[in-house]
C-alpha cells in the first residue's frame, strides 16, 4: 500500500512549467501508488465545470488514465477549486471528499484537509470562506454566465494578491490552537495539509500525545508529493526533466 499526497499545484494556462511537472508525476510515481489524494488548490482558479477550458480537459484526461488503471484518485477541495463539482469529478474519475476527512491506511489513521479552515487569524477571509461555502451562495453563483463568473474571479485574485502583500506571515499560517483543537477532535491522528505553501513536518503535543502534521508543498516546475508506504511518511520531489 502506498498513498501518495498532493496539493497546491494551483494548475492554470500561465504556468505549463506546472503542467509539465504534473503529467511527468501522473505517468511516472503516481502509476506505482495504491491512491492518490488531492487536498486541494489543484487549479488555480475554477470558474464552474461548464468552464471546459483545454487545460481543465487535459487535467481530466491525465486524471482519468490513472483511475482507469485502478488507481483510486480522491479530492479535497482547495479555496481557489472549491467550486469543482460532481460533474467535472466524474470526468476526472475522481472522488471528491468532504474537509476534513479520516483515513485509515496501513494501520495508520490521517486526517486530511486543504488547511485553510485552520488559518483562523484571518478573520477576514474566514469570513469570505463561510460565504462562498455556502450552498446557496455557490448556486446563485454557478448560475450566473461564465464570463461574468470569470470576471468575478479575476477580480477576486487581484484582492487576495494586494491582500497577501500587507497580511503579516503570521495571520496567514495556521493557528496552533485550531490545529491542537481539529487533532483532539478526530482522535489524535496523524494530519496532512497544504495551503500555507510552507511545506514542513510539525510535532503537536495534545493531551499528552504527540501528533504530526505534515504541511505539503506547493508546486512551480517540479512535483511535491507526501508518500506513506505503511512504514513512514516521506516528502519526495521529481523534476520533469529528471524523468
Ligand atoms: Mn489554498
Not at 129 to 134: F, G, L, Q, W
Not at 141 to 159: C, G, K, T, V, W
Not at 180 to 201: D, F, M, N, Q, S
Request: proline share 5%.
Amino acid at each position: 500500500m502506498k498513498c501518495l499526497f498532493i496539493s497546491d499545484l494551483h494548475l492554470c494556462s500561465e504556468r505549463p512549467e506546472t503542467l509539465r511537472a504534473f503529467f511527468a508525476f501522473l505517468k511516472g510515481p503516481a502509476r506505482n501508488a495504491s491512491a492518490l489524494y488531492i487536498l486541494g488548490d489543484l487549479f488555480e482558479y475554477w470558474a464552474g465545470d461548464d468552464d471546459e477550458t483545454e487545460l481543465a480537459t487535459l487535467v481530466a484526461q491525465a486524471l482519468k488514465a490513472l483511475s482507469d488503471q485502478g488507481i483510486p484518485v480522491s479530492f479535497v477541495a482547495g479555496n481557489r477549486d472549491f467550486l469543482i463539482g460532481e460533474s467535472w469529478a466524474r470526468r476526472a474519475g475522481m472522488t471528491r471528499l468532504p474537509d476534513p476527512i479520516l483515513i485509515e491506511a496501513d494501520g495508520l489513521r490521517i486526517l486530511l484537509s486543504h488547511g485553510d479552515t485552520l488559518c483562523t487569524d484571518d478573520i477576514a477571509y474566514q469570513e469570505y470562506r463561510r460565504k462562498v461555502r455556502d450552498p446557496a451562495w455557490q448556486q446563485a453563483f454557478l448560475s450566473r454566465p461564465l464570463d461574468e463568473r470569470r470576471r468575478f474571479i479575476e477580480a477576486l485574485r487581484d484582492h487576495s494578491r494586494s491582500e497577501k502583500a500587507v497580511k503579516s506571515a503570521g495571520i496567514m499560517d495556521v493557528n496552533p490552537a485550531a490545529v491542537e483543537h481539529l487533532l483532539r477532535e478526530y482522535g489524535h491522528p496523524v494530519l496532512i495539509h497544504g495551503h500555507t505553501h510552507r511545506p514542513a513536518r510539525h510535532v503537536h503535543l495534545v493531551d499528552g500525545r504527540y501528533c504530526e502534521r505534515w504541511v505539503l508543498a506547493d508546486w512551480h516546475s517540479e512535483a511535491h508529493w507526501l508518500a506513506w508506504d505503511g512504514t513512514a511518511i516521506e516528502a519526495h520531489r521529481l523534476h520533469p526533466a529528471g524523468c
